[in-house]
């Protein structure tokens, strides 16, 4: 008899680039997660302050109407956002978003452009719960001291 799954992994892409959010999206997707997209801050939050968290979190560092970084604080502010990993992208390189690594407990960063398999790289090792990690030099993974399960 054949296993079913009881339960589908869930992404949230939050990107307001259209062609990075679909490629993402794709991405995940390859990977068997259930992809919700969002382009902007408002829906972000509107997200946050009412629905369950998903698996996992990309998310964009810098939209129209919100900073990627004020995003993050508002999840985990929230007690069921407070855990989900969450990877940032950013144009911005990392030497600009490091200083706020510790206020927004980013626990990865990856600069834009990036290639799909840094992604996946990235994603399964914040989910795989491992410790600082560099893929491809420009991705960072850390989790915090008490570990994640």
Not at 96 to 123: N, Q, S, W
């Amino acid at each position: 008899m054949a296993q079913t799954e009881l339960w589908t992994r869930s992404a949230l892409v939050i990107e307001d680039d259209d062609v990075v959010a679909r490629l993402l999206q794709f991405i995940l997707q390859g990977e068997g997660y259930t992809v919700t997209r969002l382009a902007d801050g408002a829906a972000a939050r509107a997200l946050i302050a009412t629905e369950l968290p998903p698996d996992v979190v990309t998310l964009d560092g810098m939209l129209p109407d919100a900073t990627g970084i004020e995003l993050l604080e508002l999840m985990r502010a929230a007690p069921e956002w407070k855990h989900v990993p969450v990877l940032v992208l950013s144009a911005e390189p990392q030497a600009h978003v490091d200083a706020t690594l510790g206020r927004a407990d980013i626990l990865a960063y990856m600069e834009k452009p990036f290639r799909a398999e840094e992604v996946r790289a990235c994603i399964s090792r914040l989910l795989n719960g491992t410790s600082l990690h560099r893929v491809h030099r420009r991705a960072t993974v850390s989790l915090p001291r008490h570990g994640r399960r």
